[in-house]
């Protein structure tokens, strides 16, 4: 069994819409107050406090707090188990000697979920039912299939979404193909594969790039917290939920059509938000005074960078794979893939602004195609010569 999340988009009524709101706001306050206990807490005591202890003071909150009766008891529930969460996330990475990240209060504007986590929803002749909530209207595209686990209500601008996670029986797809694919990711095509295909960059941020400077300028003349000044937020939150649809939906069709095209799919390991950090500053010795250093350019090729979505681009092709069942999708060692000739094994050093492998060997191709090739290869483990006689 497997467990599987479908979102869809809700249409509330204003009455509603209201209520999805007024549930979030007060499930906020929960969050914070229980943070703000654990943190008095280990100040005054010295000692922590655990989940089923906060919980166990619900009744005794709702006495004081009438209108928390008003919300589903497993969603307040819920609440406390992401403070306990935030926690156990936190002595995790502070073990592993990550940086910590302490568990930080949530603002009205950060905090934009929550959850019946077991019961208190239901699906009813295209409506969903809510405990607390009522009917409201959902624009199911799909089929859902298997037994529903947990439904989470998600605010997104003005939006309001649920993801319904389900627990499914996987069925294995055999892929058309038992070959294996090399595929490059890049700036200027998103990605090129060792058949030579090409995966073409929409670049769907830089599409709309006029269209968001224009409503951050509009936005920066608008007086902070007025009636206007919030339109110009919700302009800006809804162009930038355009253009993270558009990618997310490339993604999903270009990742769908290679798990269903190829067993094995090879990519490099690469780590995005490395290779997206800004350049660092110079500075001269003797003066003191900064030298120029390349930022402005680095600058444009991280946004393009971050643009093409090369994590989420591979995350969907594992978890695809995975539901496949009969297709794998693994990574190698980056180094000199773009510099090697796929034909002979020489290293041709190349430029960054060099677009076209040429050997001496008479190999000339593409240079992403050639590091496609090698990549390949590197997961087969094949000797060049053994790739030219295949």
Known sequence: MALKTYKFRLYPTRKQAEKLQWTLARCCEL???????????????????????????????????????????????????????????????????????????????????????????????????????????IKQHRKVLGNMKTCTLKREGNCWYVCLVCEVQSV???????????????????????????????????????????????????????????????RMARLHRKVRNQRNDYLHQWSRRLVNTYETIVFEEIAPANLSKRAKPKQDEETGHYLPNGASAKSGLNKSILDTGWSTFIARCEYKAENAGTVQVVKVDPRMTSQVCSGCGTVVKKDLSERWHSCACGYELDRDHNAAINIRNRWLGRSHQEAQAS
Request: with cysteine; aromatic share 10%.
């Open 31 to 137: 969050y914070n107050a229980a943070l703000q206990e654990r943190r008095e807490m280990y100040t005054y005591t010295g000692k922590g406090t655990t989940y089923n202890q906060q919980a166990m003071q619900l009744p005794e909150i709702k006495g004081i707090r009438e209108e928390y009766k008003d919300i589903h008891s497993q969603v307040l529930q819920d609440v406390l188990r992401k403070v306990e969460n935030a926690f156990k996330g936190f002595f995790k990475r502070v073990k592993a000697g990550k940086k910590p990240g302490y568990p930080r209060f949530q603002g009205c504007n950060r905090y934009d979920s929550f959850c019946y986590p077991q019961a208190g929803f239901s699906l009813e002749n295209g409506l969903l039912v809510l405990s607390k909530v009522g009917h409201v209207k």
């Open 172 to 234: 294995p797809r055999t892929p058309y193909t038992d070959e294996c694919v090399g595929i490059d990711l890049g700036v200027s095509k998103l990605a090129t594969l060792s058949t030579g295909d090409v995966i073409e960059n929409p670049q769907h941020y830089r599409r709309a790039e006029k269209q968001l400077a224009k409503a951050g300028q509009a936005l920066s003349r608008k007086k902070r917290g007025s009636k206007r000044c919030k339109k110009a937020v919700e």
